[in-house]
């Protein structure tokens, strides 16, 4: 296992298609977590999963966004109906928790950054 | 609400020399985690280093220490012998709920390292 992988990296779309990205975390992982990175900003939370089941959802994930973890393995992130203020870096990450600690930490994939024209 | 707040946007440094990125949180944990994570330009997010809120003693990684000030909400990453390869933008963080949720992140400070 090489740590968290995202596909695709670079994504350039028309503002109005809608894109999917994907993320592998690490196996042994049962928590995995999307963020959504502007330029020159810290990572903000969009929605988490424990296993299969989604745990919480941001309300930066407007209704135009959906994620999935259909076998509590690889994630999907969708969008819908793109605009240009979707422009972001899209990181995925992954952690273990254990009772009450993810002391383990978080490990982050490369990213998949979107561009919409 | 729990915050990150990094006040420095941006840093430099000599080559050799140390330096010091500051961050304060704000949380009603009494037990939490805490990171410093750095993003080179245009590669992933890696873990610098972590501290439990329990231990007095502050975690130390090779050249990368922290001064953890609990009653102060203060949490500063110390880089020593800084190197080229540690130009980068670094970023402080705490899980929502202390240990196991959604990681909170500053602002981030953006380091550069001069030869």
């Known amino acids: 296992d090489t740590g968290v992988s995202q596909d695709p990296r670079h994504k350039i779309t028309k503002r109005g298609q809608n894109v999917t990205f994907r993320c592998d975390p690490i196996s042994e992982h049962n928590r995995l977590y999307w963020y959504r990175q502007t330029l020159g900003q810290g990572p903000e939370f969009l929605t988490c999963f424990q296993n299969e089941a989604q745990l919480e959802k941001s309300r930066l994930l407007s209704d135009r966004f959906s994620a999935e973890r259909p076998k509590g393995s690889f994630s999907t992130l969708e969008i819908q109906r793109t605009e240009q203020g979707d422009s972001a870096m899209y990181l995925c990450a992954s952690s273990s928790v254990l009772g009450h600690s993810s002391a383990g930490g978080y490990t982050f994939g490369s990213g998949t950054r979107l561009t919409v024209v | ?115």
């Open chain 2, 1 to 115: 609400a729990q915050t990150v707040t990094q006040s420095q946007p941006e840093m430099s440094v000599q080559e050799a020399e140390t330096v010091t990125l500051s961050c304060t949180y704000d949380t009603s944990e009494n037990n939490y985690y805490l990171f410093w994570y750095k993003q080179p330009p245009s590669r992933q997010m890696i873990l610098v280093i972590r501290q439990e809120a329990y231990k007095q003693q502050n975690a130390t990684e090779n050249r990368f220490s922290v001064n953890f000030q609990k009653a102060a909400k203060s949490f500063s990453l110390k880089i020593s012998d800084s190197q080229l390869g540690d130009t980068a933008m670094y970023f402080c963080a705490f899980p929502r709920g202390g240990s196991q949720g959604n990681l909170i992140f500053g602002k981030g400070t953006k380091l550069s390292v001069k030869p």
